[in-house]
């Protein structure tokens, strides 16, 4: 059974800290996807690659936030220094994309908070 | 960004009764997708269409897409309790392939 998984499911951390959360696609999946989730702000879009190479991140801080692909298998999405308006569920998706963008296969989430 | 907006923004329904959510989005777009969220949960994709297409059915899902007025439509048929969720729908914005959603419509379905 093919799923996203993405860790920690939750993180409680204090302001200034180092957030480290951590994707792994589905297997053969060629883009990955990150999107913070909030109550005001919706799925906003911080991150995506396709064949592991970065196309967008326009929608992240770019100050604090960093996100990669080391591998095929790995994601991963970093919050350095993190903030309590950091504080959000954090999706990982992934999709295999030909022409198009097709339907995408979403992790659990990742709830942080920042005290 | 915020490329897709549903309406409404909540919507409660008796057991029984047909839900219909709608979309609507700023540009052009090759297809447009609706999914589903339970509380605490992932997105689960639910039906994509695309951008020559006028009509989709899956199930009891009857999604429609008008390019002309850039708009779409989600209807659940014959609700149950279990629909209960949030729906939302999400574009993608030309060449680059991003997937941009909007805020969602929460469905309670009362049983």
């Known amino acids: 059974d093919a799923r996203v998984t993405q860790t920690p499911r939750h993180k409680v951390t204090e302001m200034g800290q180092e957030v480290t959360m951590r994707c792994q696609p589905i297997?053969?999946?060629?883009?990955v996807f990150w999107y913070r989730q909030t109550m005001m702000q919706g799925l906003e879009l911080l991150a995506y690659f396709r064949n592991r190479a970065p196309l967008d991140d326009s929608g992240m801080p770019k100050d604090r936030f960093s996100a990669e692909m080391p591998d095929a298998t790995l994601a991963t999405l970093k919050i350095q220094p993190s903030e309590p308006r950091d504080s959000a569920v954090y999706f990982c998706?992934?999709?295999?994309?030909?022409?198009?963008?097709?339907?995408?296969?979403f992790g659990e989430g990742s709830r942080l908070t920042v005290l | 960004s915020q490329q897709g907006e549903e309406d409404p923004q909540a919507l409660s329904i008796q057991e029984g009764e047909n839900a219909t959510m709608n979309c609507s989005y700023k540009t052009s777009i090759n297809n447009l997708q609706w999914y589903r969220q339970n509380s605490g949960r992932g997105l689960v994709h639910l039906i994509l269409i695309r951008s020559n297409e006028r009509e989709k059915h899956s199930g009891r899902l009857r999604v429609t897409l008008d390019t002309s007025k850039k708009s779409s439509s989600l209807l659940i048929t014959a609700s149950r309790a279990a629909d209960t969720a949030s729906y939302f729908c999400a574009t993608d914005e030309g060449s680059q392939g991003n997937l941009i959603f909007g805020k969602g419509t929460k469905l309670s379905v009362k049983p």
């Open positions: 297997l053969g999946h060629n883009t």
């Open positions: 998706a992934s999709g295999l994309q030909g022409i198009n963008t097709g339907e995408l296969f």
